[in-house]
């Protein structure tokens, strides 16, 4: 305990907390400040001794427990933590999906407040009990599947991207997967016909800018080209057109000058 030669600034007394167990405390003091010396000391009774057996000081970390699933059973094989500070949960599920059991995907904060969760799996029972977070963000989980493959029982993988979403089940088009500082990550579905070719433009914007040209590369610089923009107003995004992947970040302002005649 403690030794001060000068009497505390705050003294709350001897406050009663006997129906507290398992329950925060908070000791308001108003001093407005951090800069302070805090002497903690207890009793266990109301006439007893002053004592700081236990004290934790500041080592103590807030426990927690939640519960994910609905009214029939729901199952979790596997953890790890994500590079978010979060979770993510895999196991198999007979409360969502397709099936009578499913791959269970669910991803928590910090918390374990839920963010998401998905399914994968057929009509018939898919059990995940091994995941990993990939370098890239994304997930891969691994069990055995009755719905597909050759035999009654077959090993089953899935890659997932960062939300969830198993890319082998994504077959037409092109997605816009991620961005970093230095590079753009695109995704083409496994039956596309269409994108064989393409195309990134991306503007390196310092504010205020004024952008101006053939933003939709039809070959005009007209009405839709400020549509473009207009619509994009203020927000960093990626807009997706036949030619390619068109980049605007932060606009502020935009206007558009005549064409000479």
């Not at 990550?185 to 393409?198: E, F, I, M, P, Q």
């Amino acid at each position: 305990m403690g030794h001060f030669q000068n009497p505390p600034t705050y003294d709350s007394g001897w406050l009663d907390i006997t129906g507290k167990a398992g329950q925060y405390i908070t000791i308001v003091h108003n001093l407005n400040s951090t800069d302070v010396m805090v002497d903690i000391t207890g009793k266990t009774t109301a006439n007893g001794g002053a004592q700081q057996k236990y004290l934790g000081g500041t080592d103590f970390v807030a426990g927690w427990n939640k519960t994910y699933g609905k009214t029939n059973r729901d199952f979790a094989e596997a953890l790890v933590q994500t590079a978010d500070g979060g979770y993510a949960l895999a196991g198999r599920t007979e409360s969502f999906g397709a099936g009578s059991l499913d791959f269970w995907l669910v991803k928590t904060d910090a918390n374990g407040n839920m963010q998401w969760n998905k399914t994968y799996g057929g009509t018939s029972e898919d059990r995940a009990n091994a995941l990993v977070q990939t370098t890239d963000g994304g997930y891969a989980i691994a069990g055995y599947t009755t719905s597909f493959g050759a035999g009654d029982e077959d090993a089953w993988l899935i890659k997932t991207d960062a939300a969830g979403n198993a890319l082998d089940g994504f077959k037409y088009g092109l997605a816009w997967v991620a961005s970093t500082a230095n590079a753009t990550k695109l995704y083409r579905g496994t039956d596309d016909v269409n994108w064989n070719y393409v195309r990134v433009r991306i503007w390196l914007i310092k504010e205020p800018t004024w952008i101006y040209g053939d933003i939709n590369m039809d070959g005009v610089v007209d009405a839709k080209d400020l549509y473009i923009l207009g619509r994009n107003y203020g927000k960093s995004v990626s807009l997706l057109s036949l030619g390619g992947i068109i980049g605007i970040a932060g606009i502020r302002t935009v206007k558009k000058r005549k064409q000479a005649n």
